[in-house]
């Protein structure tokens, strides 16, 4: 990472110099390469570099952000200028001062250094995996067709260098991997089922072969062939329902990783993303769920799709327990909702790119597993439906009303999965999910996810996981 | 701006040889946005950022590369690090020699020199629709508004050379009071005090217009939705009129060809790029063909896929002015408006709900068009003609193509929208439509 630090260190003194009482400046170096196939022809190579200076400012409480690629010396302090005089502008409209928790920021430079080098994966290593992908696709389906098969693949290597007028100092080389299929199946009389599949984590080309994407994407769609021929609609009646784990990873990111971001709660995001139904009196008191609803929220997993160790305001991350065994426990915080609260932060604030401020955001979200297995988990259920994946999905914006419709799906008869169930849709409020869970089984999976959140809207890379979780007594409804 | 013509022309030149097509395409921009919540500025944010995309074609291999670096020595010993993978790639299926140049005529008003001034102290916008909303009765409001200045260059190894200037506004604002809200939104080219007031102002008007709750079951609902509702799904329609959507499954277009009837003729949608006043305006796409308006759906029938040269060869057809080297995109979003006034509307209506905003559409099913997506702020439950309360968020669960068919009356005003979940900018009006299912959980 070739960047001026003289020059970062001039931008915040001249921050200083004019008034900031805070003053962050954020080398960022997001680049990579990436191709896209339509059944397992190319359709064209990509490469993207983004590379530039976020600074932002707190003066006279207001909050001021500038980007600039413009790196020379000029273009950073016209960005400052920016920066401090149109938070100035709009200091008339301000009715509390924005202040930031005090903390010991962190001195520090890591990076994450995989088997295989981002820089020895080769546009051809992406391109043949898409075309054993489609070959071996197309010799899965029997009775259906398979139109078409969308095949994308990504190198990211995001590089930045955070320093504060604190005193913060963190240089960070995180590389990562992205490939996702997008996949219809058509059947003449019973029409399409569509699937999008996704790999994502942090590390490097060895990801291509853990993963085993064909293995993984072939069988699913020998499964999916099933549901398209034989899947029947869900029983009308409630019955007990086993959410499978990526479901499971969707569920707790979206009620209860958004609901318990701190900015949500104070209402910063309410005209893009919304609010909460948490209200800080909530936090330490409220049972949202029964014992077994723990959730858990980690950057620091390794290899996880989420991972860093220090924050973009240079706070040193730690695993936060969101719900703890059904009650509101910890929001995810920044400086700045950390002073609201008379807290300290918890390392949530990401941005996107150099171009974004930092904002509270995810990383890895998952429900704590339990100890059974999945055969246990179901045992003892005589009519049920197991839905392992879903395509549509929807959270209300305070995130309490949730929507999942499933893909691949089972019944469950006399505690064995039978057969295939079509489009069954799992509508349901936070506190009717966490309250709900019956027993959870040890299969911990994560699942990857760009998370969308902020104006201008930042997508940042997650995971988000679980175990295959049982809930009781549901009433599914289906498609109209 | 001459200069950035001038870096577009350097880069064609520098890589001309090596390539048969080179094109450039540098979108400068100044902009400014204060975001509020609590009535207050959260941050006043910044961007002067300049963007160099690249295109190159060899031997029908097709590279595109994406830079947000504004200087061409780094272009240039970027491409010099990756330009032996256009030697090692394959064919693209979706490969078509970059056009020749054609006469462009530049639409002329996209550019406010009031924009520009009001840039350096956006806090009065902002306080305008502030002030309109709480006047309303608002207790308290968070929103954006955003200010830029933007420039557009393509320059193209076939000769083509143009830049085209816009300004920007967008605006919008949501208003709360006690536990109800309201939200409205605005995109133009043009400062306009008073359409931002109106942001403001029906915001706030939402926000207040009930202090009931309603209850709602499950079931078929006559609706009325808001610019901002059309606008949100009208924006899906579009992504799915692209041809590359098309091609890569993404779009209930796969299953209707150009002629096919799918929606009430009430319904008519056209991609307006030469409107000088809707914020994506644009005279040229990106490989240097002249825009011009087209109906994507007009009277109900399936008109256009939108194009660019590489899909419109593959299906043998010409370019619509859309590219996107590789995905053809709409620019901006107009609808046909009806004939009646919005309280009339209210009326044909009758018994049913209004969804004034939504969010979150997300589809089961994009080649069958199956979705669902979540009303938020104000839901109003009407009974012989009157608002009786607010239903909360419901869910609207259905298909385009049920959900097209089944509109039957429009206002004759239209909102040019542009907020969040509406990021291409449509002049919609309200829409009335029969028998849409609604949602909610049982528990």
């Given at each position: 990472m070739g960047f001026d630090e003289d020059l970062l260190r001039e931008l915040i003194d001249a921050g200083v110099a004019v008034g900031a009482s805070y003053v962050e400046v954020r080398y960022q170096n997001d680049h990579g390469i990436s191709v896209s196939m339509r059944n397992g022809r190319l359709i064209g190579v990509g490469s993207v570099r983004e590379e530039g200076v976020g600074v932002r400012v707190l003066i006279n409480g207001s909050l001021g952000f500038a980007a600039t690629n413009d790196l020379s010396r000029d273009g950073l302090m016209n960005a400052l200028e920016k920066a401090v005089s149109r938070a100035r502008a709009t200091a008339s409209l301000r009715r509390n001062a924005i202040t930031f928790a005090e903390e010991r920021v962190g001195r520090a430079s890591y990076e994450v250094v995989p088997k295989s080098r981002l820089e020895d994966i080769h546009v051809e290593d992406l391109t043949s995996l898409g075309k054993e992908a489609y070959g071996e696709l197309l010799k899965t389906v029997s009775q259906v067709k398979l139109p078409v098969c969308v095949f994308s693949a990504e190198t990211h290597m995001q590089e930045k260098l955070i320093m504060t007028s604190e005193g913060a100092y963190v240089r960070s080389r995180i590389p990562r991997i992205y490939v996702s299929l997008n996949l219809v199946l058509l059947h003449q009389q019973r029409g399409t089922l569509q699937r999008m599949k996704e790999f994502a984590s942090s590390g490097g080309g060895e990801l291509l072969k853990e993963w085993k994407p064909v293995d993984v994407v072939s069988e699913e769609v020998k499964n999916l062939e099933v549901v398209l021929l034989k899947g029947v609609e869900p029983p009308k009646d409630p019955v007990d329902v086993v959410v499978g784990s990526e479901i499971i990873g969707l569920l707790v990111h979206e009620s209860a990783g958004h609901p318990m971001e701190a900015d949500r709660i104070l209402g910063r995001e309410a005209a893009q993303a919304g609010e909460s139904y948490v209200k800080p009196e909530m936090i330490g008191k409220y049972r949202i769920g029964n014992e077994l609803a723990t959730v858990i929220e980690d950057p620091t997993i390794p290899g996880s799709n989420g991972f860093y160790l220090y924050d973009d305001e240079g706070v040193p991350a730690r695993p936060r327990y969101l719900y703890k065994e059904g009650i509101i426990n910890e929001a995810l915080h920044n400086r700045h909702t950390a002073s609201i609260f008379g807290v300290k932060s918890n390392a949530a604030a990401r941005a996107m790119n150099y171009a974004s401020e930092p904002i509270i955001r995810m990383s890895n979200t998952y429900l704590k597993p339990g100890n059974m297995s999945f055969e246990e988990l179901i045992d003892d259920i005589g009519l049920g439906v197991f839905i392992k994946s879903y395509m549509e999905w929807n959270i209300d914006d305070i995130r309490w009303n949730q929507r999942y419709v499933g893909l691949e799906a089972y019944l469950i008869r006399n505690g064995e999965l039978a057969e295939p169930v079509r489009n069954p849709v799992l509508e349901i409020t936070t506190q009717g999910f966490y309250s709900n869970i019956v027993a959870v089984d040890k299969e911990l999976k994560f699942y990857p996810g760009t998370c969308g959140k902020g104006e201008p809207s930042q997508g940042v890379p997650v995971w988000f996981g679980g175990p295959d979780v049982r809930i009781s007594k549901i009433r599914l409804g289906v498609i109209a | 701006m001459t200069g950035t013509i001038e870096l577009g022309r350097e880069v064609v030149n520098k890589l001309r040889a090596s390539y048969d097509d080179v094109a450039v395409l540098i979108k400068t921009r100044d902009r400014v946005m204060v975001k509020l919540w609590n009535t207050e500025p959260s941050v006043t944010q910044s961007w002067i950022t300049t963007e160099v995309s690249l295109l190159l074609t060899k031997s029908k291999r097709v590279l595109i590369l994406e830079f947000s670096v504004g200087r061409p020595e780094e272009i240039l010993k970027a491409v010099e690090k990756i330009s032996s993978v256009v030697e090692r790639v394959e064919e693209s299926e979706l490969y078509a020699p970059l056009p020749e140049p054609q006469e462009v005529k530049l639409v002329e008003g996209s550019f406010d020199a009031k924009v520009i001034d009001a840039m350096r102290d956006p806090g009065k916008l902002t306080r305008l629709m502030i002030d309109a909303a709480l006047s309303e009765g608002a207790e308290r409001v968070a929103g954006t508004l955003t200010l830029s200045n933007d420039e557009r260059v393509l320059v193209t190894s076939k000769g083509f050379e143009n830049s085209e200037r816009r300004t920007l506004v967008e605006a919008y604002l949501r208003a709360f009071k006690k536990e109800f809200s309201g939200q409205w939104a605005h995109g133009s080219t043009h400062v306009n005090e008073k359409e931002i007031e109106e942001v403001g102002r029906k915001a706030g008007l939402y926000a207040s217009i009930t202090s009931n709750k309603a209850d709602l079951q499950p079931g078929k609902y006559d609706v009325v939705l808001s610019p901002l509702v059309v606008g949100n799904l009208m924006n899906y329609v579009s992504f799915m009129s692209s041809a590359l959507a098309v091609l890569m499954?993404?779009?209930?277009?796969?299953?209707?060809?150009?002629?096919?009837?799918?929606?009430?003729?009430?319904?008519?949608?056209?991609?307006?790029?030469?409107?000088?006043?809707?914020?994506?305006?644009?005279?040229?796409?990106?490989?240097?063909?002249?825009?011009?308006?087209?109906?994507?759906?007009?009277?109900?029938?399936?008109?256009?896929?939108?194009?660019?040269?590489?899909?419109?060869?593959?299906?043998?057809?010409?370019?619509?002015?859309?590219?996107?080297?590789?995905?053809?995109?709409?620019?901006?979003?107009?609808?046909?408006?009806?004939?009646?006034?919005?309280?009339?509307?209210?009326?044909?209506?009758?018994?049913?709900?209004?969804?004034?905003?939504?969010?979150?559409?997300?589809?089961?099913?994009?080649?069958?068009?199956?979705?669902s997506t979540v009303a938020r702020d104000a839901a109003l439950l009407v009974k012989n003609g009157e608002v009786v309360g607010n239903v909360g968020r419901v869910r609207i669960a259905t298909s385009f193509p049920q959900l097209l068919n089944n509109i039957e009356e429009m206002t004759r005003q239209t909102y040019d929208i542009m907020w969040w979940e509406v990021r291409t900018p449509t002049r919609a009006p309200y829409v009335l439509a029969r028998n849409v299912n609604l949602t909610k959980p049982y528990i």
């Open positions: - | 499954g993404y779009s209930m277009f796969m299953k209707f060809r150009p002629g096919d009837k799918i929606a009430s003729e009430k319904l008519t949608l056209v991609d307006t790029p030469r409107d000088p006043t809707l914020p994506n305006v644009a005279s040229f796409d990106d490989e240097g063909v002249p825009t011009y308006d087209k109906p994507i759906i007009e009277d109900g029938v399936f008109h256009n896929l939108l194009h660019n040269s590489g899909t419109a060869t593959k299906l043998g057809v010409k370019s619509t002015g859309n590219a996107g080297w590789v995905m053809p995109n709409p620019w901006n979003l107009r609808m046909k408006p009806g004939e009646l006034r919005e309280e009339e509307l209210v009326s044909e209506l009758r018994n049913g709900v209004i969804i004034t905003n939504n969010w979150y559409t997300r589809l089961q099913n994009y080649v069958e068009g199956t979705f």
